[in-house]
């Protein structure tokens, strides 16, 4: 059965991403995608002319995939809190791999990691549309949170609660994630690495939401004097 062009569209940026994840995105050529793709140079060009333009589709991909698991998610949150709880596992879930959706991209290596940030902010295009998406994700946690503090989502008070929260959150998520990849990287020659008591094991996902919301809470009480 022939695929659908956006069959074959997903199917290229798929065998994309497995291929930056493994090689890392210098080091991957179109070459590369149209053989692991069964297509020739040219039938891959219909599609994609560039590696930029299977980054920036690529990135939408991931995104899409994001939003078809989170968005049920939270319609079943009655309440703000239960919206801010909701993201916080669900960002550590995507990102700790417990998604099999996204679990082959966060099994990158730490190397590919930053090569890839170093090539993404090195094109205009593809690094607005992360600082874009970014954006919209922000102004949608601060109504979250402005609701459930019951503030003026405008106040400068309620966008500082926020952008902390964020920080916080995704902070944890860099270092617990990092420091994940790069033991896995070590271990097999430093094998003490294995015994290091900084791998947070006994860390849950509730032990952050409970910091977090704690944070909101504490950091609302402070600023608005309640």
């Known amino acids: 059965m022939a695929r659908s062009t956006e069959e074959k569209r997903e199917m290229i940026i798929k065998n994309f991403l497995d291929l930056v994840r493994v090689h890392g995105i210098n080091r991957v050529t179109l070459n590369d995608v149209s053989e692991k793709s069964g297509l020739t140079k040219s039938a891959l060009y219909y599609y ?5 333009a299977l980054l920036v589709e690529g990135f939408d991909f991931f995104n899409e995939k994001i939003k078809d698991i989170f ?9 703000p809190i239960e919206i ?6 669900f960002n550590i879930k995507v990102h700790t791999g417990e998604y099999e959706e996204f679990r082959h991209m966060m099994e990158m290596t730490t190397e590919v990691f930053y090569e890839i940030q170093r090539y993404i902010f090195n094109s205009p295009e593809i690094a ?3 600082l874009q998406y970014r954006d919209t994700e922000l102004w949608w946690m601060n109504s979250v949170i402005a609701e459930y503090v019951g503030e ?7 966008k500082k609660i926020t952008l902390i929260f964020a920080a916080h959150l995704h902070a944890y998520i860099h270092i617990s994630c990092q420091m994940s990849k790069q033991m896995k990287d070590l271990s097999t020659t430093y094998s003490i690495l294995t015994d290091f008591p900084w791998k947070i094991d006994n860390v849950t996902n509730e032990d952050i939401c ?3 919301v704690g944070g909101i809470n504490n950091l609302y009480k402070q600023l608005f004097n309640r």
Do not use: C, G, V
Request: glycine content about 0%.
């Open 48 to 52: 994609f002319d560039s590696k930029e």
């Open 71 to 79: 968005l049920p998610l939270i319609e079943k949150a009655e309440t």
């Open 84 to 89: 801010i709880k909701t993201y916080i596992d």
């Open 128 to 130: 607005k549309k992360i």
């Open 152 to 158: 003026d989502p405008e106040d400068d008070r309620t």
């Open 210 to 212: 409970t910091f977090l």
